[in-house]
């Protein structure tokens, strides 16, 4: 889940406002990740992809980053690599930038990077892998990319000259993470079910000793 009341969607003239903070000139795409094998794995294919694609700026957020820079992996100059971010400092990318990527290969179970993203109003392309586990109906929260380099810079260049198509799958992403992952929804539902559960449990309880 996501907390949704602490990620929002920018209005333009803050997007713009932090794009100037943040030292973004051009469109940015984003992806975050931990060091974990295959984040590692979808940051270098993003990395490839970057270099035909000079244009826009991307930026890959999060301690993937440290690894890279460890190994001392080349990449363009439209490549920013953070590493670690307070959270503060993460939603102000997620909040600046125009589209985000999760482009995995390899990996199990849902990543909780594509709620980050959803809650931030962000247009998301991604792999089917990196989709796993999210509802996409009618299309409305991600659109899908294959598992290349040349594929990844295609679906970038496509929804980036797609100002419909970007604001369709922001908003539809958004409204699907307050909706479905919102942990403020989550955490009442949870809450209530607990209590039901052990009121239930309580009461059985005192039968059994009348």
Request: aromatic letters at 4%; charged letters at 50%.
């Given at each position: 889940g996501v907390f949704t009341s602490r990620v929002l969607p920018p209005e333009a003239a803050e997007?713009?406002?932090?794009?100037e903070k943040l030292d973004?000139?051009?469109?940015a795409v984003c992806f975050i990740g931990s060091e974990y094998d295959p984040n590692y794995e979808a940051a270098q294919l993003i990395l490839e992809g970057a270099e035909t694609l000079p244009r826009y700026q991307f930026v890959i957020l999060g301690v993937v980053g440290e690894r890279l820079k460890?190994?001392?992996v080349s990449h363009s100059p439209n490549v920013r690599i953070t590493g670690f971010l307070k959270e503060d400092e993460k939603t102000d990318y997620l909040r600046a930038c125009d589209l985000a990527l999760n482009p995995m290969l390899s990996g199990s179970g849902t990543n909780i990077k594509m709620f980050d993203f959803m809650a931030a109003g962000l247009p998301i392309a991604a792999t089917d892998i990196g989709a796993r586990g999210i509802e996409n109906t009618n299309g409305r929260v991600y659109q899908l990319c294959g598992h290349d380099a040349a594929d990844i810079?295609?679906?970038v260049d496509g929804l980036l000259q797609n100002p419909e198509r970007l604001a369709f799958l922001g908003m539809g992403g958004r409204r699907e993470a307050e909706l479905r992952y919102?942990?403020?929804t989550i955490s009442r539902h949870l809450g209530e079910t607990v209590k039901r559960e052990y009121?239930?449990?309580?009461?059985?309880?005192s039968l059994c000793f009348i």
């Open positions: 997007k713009a406002k932090l794009k973004i000139s051009s469109q460890r190994e001392k810079s295609e679906a919102s942990w403020e009121l239930r449990k309580k009461n059985r309880s």
